[in-house]
């Protein structure tokens, strides 16, 4: 091997990384009160964050995604993101990653707050931009989002 091949690898090893940590960061933002100027941050400036059309909304651009999590303790004033099991494929400047999240959380009701379970599948796309890797597109598909007490066996989304 050359050492410019080696060179390349390692590349992609670093790149692994940085990309594993901006994951951590949006994670670490969003469990210390949905920091809305943190995780902006971390998004390229035309970023997009998709939560589903019918669960979370769609945010295209850095502001618009600020400007969602403005406020969201006021929904979710509690939760813990657990995010595992990452495939993160490497393209020189680009990249792609899919994560699975697991998230206990506390939810906002009209008659109080409840506890969540939730679950799902994140799949993003990265870039390097001025050296720095930004999520492109974040995707959440969620497989439950389910109240505490019921379970995902009994109700699977709570907007059942």
């Given amino acids: 091997m050359s050492v410019d091949e080696l060179a390349q690898r390692l590349q992609v090893l670093e790149d692994i990384e940085a990309i594993k940590k901006v994951k951590a ?3 670490a933002h969003c469990d210390n ?3 809305p100027d943190g995780i902006a941050e971390l998004f390229a400036e035309d970023g997009v964050w998709d939560g589903g059309v019918d669960v979370f909304g769609k945010y295209d651009g850095r502001e ?15 939760a813990v993101h657990n995010v595992m099991n990452p495939i993160i494929e490497v393209n ?10 697991f998230q206990p959380c506390t939810m906002t009701e009209k008659d109080g707050d409840r506890a ?10 990265y870039a390097r931009i001025d ?9 959440v598909k969620f497989e439950f989002w389910t109240p505490f007490e019921k ?5 699977r989304m709570i907007q059942d």
């Fill in 131 to 139: 050296g720095e890797w930004k999520i492109q597109t974040l995707r």
């Fill in 64 to 78: 618009a995604i600020r400007k969602f999590f403005t406020g969201a303790t006021k929904v979710i004033p509690f």
């Fill in 92 to 101: 020189g400047d680009t990249a792609t990653g899919q994560w699975y999240l």
């Fill in 25 to 27: 960061e949006y994670c």
């Fill in 33 to 35: 009160g949905y920091n």
């Fill in 151 to 155: 379970g995902w066996a009994e109700k």
């Fill in 116 to 125: 969540v379970w939730g679950a799902a599948k994140y799949s993003d796309d």
